[in-house]
């Protein structure tokens, strides 16, 4: 892949897919295509089947899903497991049928199991349960996983998917109803200093641990991967760096000064 390569990157105007489109951008790559959800409905075959066949990208960075935190998986379980598995399925299937030779696929730490050993390493892959919370968003996104590597194993196609770590940064969403945790407690930390509240709740003990990786540095990685030669069809990105939620919630009450 290379300044001249024509590039897809669904979800541009996403927190992932905005990062990987600008950073794209500012190394010089000029044939970069992507489109808005009315102007492509990836839930739609037809639809992406025709727009593949027409643009014929050297490779496509799949961006886009349906996501959210704890309450919006709980709350449209049928959502995050369809919706998911239609963008994806129908890009790949997509990508296939017209020889796109290069796909990157975007997962998430949550097709890990629930009381995986750690640091989590990409073999541990469906060797127990998952946390039942997002278990529709970790299936959807695991059935991408394998369908990639399949294709990966019988045509042998430069299809990769990369896991990254619970992600922040700009364009996160912070609607208490679907954010995930960070931007989930700075919104709550920020209201309540707004509305002079005597308290905030949080859910749960605190004591969980979450490694937070800046969506610029996913943008940077997957960057990278476009200049390798990549043997495996999985790999992790991460920080190596883990906080308790407790201790997250701490420095956010005192950044807000709430």
């Given at each position: 892949i290379n300044k001249n390569s024509k590039i897809y990157i669904s979800g541009h105007s996403g927190m992932v897919?905005?990062?990987?489109?600008?950073?794209?951008?500012?190394?010089?790559?000029?044939?970069?295509?992507?489109?808005?959800?009315?102007?492509?409905?990836?839930?739609?075959?037809?639809?992406?089947?025709?727009?593949?066949?027409k643009?014929?990208?050297?490779?496509?960075?799949?961006?886009?899903?349906?996501?959210?935190?704890?309450?919006?998986?709980?709350?449209?379980?049928?959502?995050?497991?369809?919706?998911?598995m239609l963008i994806q399925n129908n890009l790949i299937n997509a990508a296939l049928k017209n020889n796109v030779e290069n796909f990157f696929f975007l997962g998430s730490s949550c097709v890990y199991p629930k009381f995986s050993k750690q640091p989590i390493k990409e073999e541990y892959l469906l060797t127990d349960s998952l946390e039942q919370t997002n278990q529709w968003y970790a299936i959807a996104k695991i059935s991408g996983v394998k369908l990639?590597?399949?294709?990966?194993?019988?045509?042998?196609?430069?299809?990769?998917?990369?896991?990254?770590?619970?992600?922040?940064?700009?364009?996160?969403?912070?609607?208490?109803?679907?954010?995930?945790v960070l931007p989930g407690l700075i919104s709550k930390f920020h209201k309540a200093k707004l509305n002079n509240s005597k308290f905030v709740e949080l859910w749960g003990d605190g004591t969980p641990l979450r490694e937070f990786l800046h969506v610029n540095d996913l943008s940077k990685a997957l960057f990278f991967a476009t200049s390798k030669k990549l043997n495996d069809s999985i790999y992790n990105v991460g920080s190596e760096d883990e906080v308790s939620i407790k201790d997250l919630a701490d420095l956010i009450s005192k950044k807000t000064d709430f």
């Amino acid at each position: 892949i290379n300044k001249n390569s024509k590039i897809y990157i669904s979800g541009h105007s996403g927190m992932v897919g905005s990062a990987v489109l600008d950073e794209f951008k500012s190394n010089g790559y000029k044939h970069l295509i992507y489109k808005s959800s009315k102007e492509l409905d990836l839930r739609n075959q037809n639809q992406v089947n025709d727009f593949i066949l027409k643009e014929k990208p050297h490779l496509i960075i799949n961006a886009a899903a349906v996501v959210g935190g704890i309450l919006a998986n709980n709350k449209n379980p049928y959502r995050f497991l369809m919706d998911n598995m239609l963008i994806q399925n129908n890009l790949i299937n997509a990508a296939l049928k017209n020889n796109v030779e290069n796909f990157f696929f975007l997962g998430s730490s949550c097709v890990y199991p629930k009381f995986s050993k750690q640091p989590i390493k990409e073999e541990y892959l469906l060797t127990d349960s998952l946390e039942q919370t997002n278990q529709w968003y970790a299936i959807a996104k695991i059935s991408g996983v394998k369908l990639i590597e399949s294709v990966r194993k019988e045509f042998g196609f430069n299809y990769v998917s990369f896991m990254p770590t619970n992600l922040y940064g700009p364009n996160d969403n912070f609607d208490p109803e679907t954010s995930h945790v960070l931007p989930g407690l700075i919104s709550k930390f920020h209201k309540a200093k707004l509305n002079n509240s005597k308290f905030v709740e949080l859910w749960g003990d605190g004591t969980p641990l979450r490694e937070f990786l800046h969506v610029n540095d996913l943008s940077k990685a997957l960057f990278f991967a476009t200049s390798k030669k990549l043997n495996d069809s999985i790999y992790n990105v991460g920080s190596e760096d883990e906080v308790s939620i407790k201790d997250l919630a701490d420095l956010i009450s005192k950044k807000t000064d709430f």
